[in-house]
């Protein structure tokens, strides 16, 4: 296996650091907010006029119908609203974190009031957000492309109070592009041997997908796929990594005040990435090291992953997250590179293709599906099955395949997206 050097380690750090971040709320509607908030700075507190909003066609899908935390309500109106009354500029996907609860009334208000409207921007991006505030005396526009947070320009009455170079379409960034040029078995490398005290934040994913955890098996959030699953809980460590991956799910998606530590921009990836590799440590005992190592592999693992795909696409990728709880749960139970291997490659000739058909409560069901797949692909490969590379879409190489599945998801779904769009705005 080969070594990690200085470089690599210094860039894995850098990916997990900026790629792992907590993020309160559905991250499409919060990067909307985020602008809102950020617009506002530069409007001298006057009364809202009028709000538009322009999103790229990933990101209205993802918007239609999550529920903004602390409002109770779905959609870029009121995602728009909250982060112009409420929202802290500085925050970043935390901008709308603690919505005061007498201010919900006016978000409302607001939303509903017709002075905000939002529309599909025509535009190549993959994600790409657009806001403009209007008061009686300014106007403030901000704009957002290739990240949730990447505000590229800020522009107030025609003149540009901020300016830096749009990202190109489908543009790499220098993280995505060191990682697409890495293996597995240099993450595994790194996970397994780096300076601990280096990687000891990594344990902070832990305490707050967890806590999404029980609050969606305490409480009735979205359809509640994780509470009508916990009564199989009780001794079968499968059915329980299930219910509280869903869990978690169930309370971020609707719409509870408490950050999930998100993983490639996504929470529900994040979340996926985390619980299975919690859960499992739990049962088995485990020290803090091996926790805290098992989590940090599983993140890198799906940070690689998704450095081959589109930042929001029609490929769900919870899916991949999983892959990377796949490895993380395989290195607590085996230590065995090889079979984590395998574990992933069952799972790329197995759940690859499940579509994104919005961020909603449904994505409780997809994140129940991705864990459930990764407890089979992991028994089998622990047991020697592993899908052989005559079939479909896994190669030999665990790396080939993983890019092949980068493929599929940039190349081979691209119209699949705005069929699904096409299809939800239709409804």
């Known amino acids: ?196 005290a280096k990687i000891m934040f990594m344990e902070q994913a832990g305490r707050l997908n967890m806590a999404l955890a029980q609050a969606g098996l305490q409480h009735d959030y979205g359809i509640a796929v994780g509470n009508h699953l916990k009564t199989a809980t009780t001794g079968d460590l499968e059915q329980k990594i299930v219910a509280y991956s869903a869990a978690a799910s169930d309370a971020r998606m609707g719409g509870i005040q408490l950050p999930a530590m998100s993983n490639s921009g996504s929470g529900n990836q994040g979340i996926t990435a985390t619980v299975p590799v919690c859960v499992t440590a739990k049962e088995l005992e485990v020290d803090q090291e091996h926790l805290v190592r098992a989590l940090t592999l599983s993140h890198l693992t799906a940070l690689y992953i998704h450095s081959f795909l589109p930042v929001l696409s029609a490929f769900c990728a919870t899916a991949s997250a999983a892959m ?34 919005g961020a909603g409560c449904s994505c409780a069901m997809k994140v129940a599906n991705s864990a459930a797949t990764m407890c089979r692909a992991v028994k089998l490969a622990l047991a020697g099955v592993v899908i052989p590379a005559t079939n479909g879409l896994v190669a030999e190489d665990v790396d080939q395949t993983l890019r092949g599945i980068g493929q599929l998801a940039t190349i081979g779904m691209k119209e699949t997206d705005p069929a699904i769009l096409k299809v939800m705005l239709n409804k």
């Open 1 to 196: 296996m080969p070594a990690i050097d200085e470089t690599n380690e210094k860039m894995f750090l850098k990916a997990l650091k900026k790629g792992v971040v907590p993020a309160t709320g559905c991250t499409e509607p919060v990067a909307v907010a985020l602008a809102a908030a950020k617009a506002m700075v530069y409007l001298d507190h006057e009364p809202i006029k009028q709000i538009m909003v322009k999103v790229s066609p990933n990101v209205m899908k993802n918007a239609l119908a999550v529920m903004v935390p602390g409002v109770g309500e779905p959609g870029l109106l009121i995602a728009a609203a909250a982060g112009a009354l409420t929202g802290d500029s500085s925050a970043g996907l935390s901008v709308i974190a603690t919505i005061p609860r007498q201010k919900v009334p006016a978000i409302k208000e607001l939303a509903h009031s017709g002075k905000i409207r939002a529309q599909v921007a025509s535009v190549a991006d993959d994600l790409y957000v657009e806001v403009m505030v209007q008061t009686r005396v300014d106007k403030v526009t901000v704009r957002i492309a290739g990240g949730h947070t990447n505000i590229y320009e800020i522009e107030k009455n025609q003149d540009f109070i901020f300016k830096k170079t749009r990202p190109a379409t489908h543009q790499v960034s220098e993280i995505n592009h060191f990682l697409q040029q890495t293996s597995l078995a240099t993450i595994w490398k790194f996970a397994t041997t780096v300076d601990l």
């Open 324 to 357: 990377g709880a796949a490895a993380g749960t395989v290195y607590l139970r085996t230590g065995n590179y090889q079979a984590a291997a395998a574990a992933i490659k069952n799972m790329c000739g197995d759940v690859v293709g499940m579509v994104c058909d």
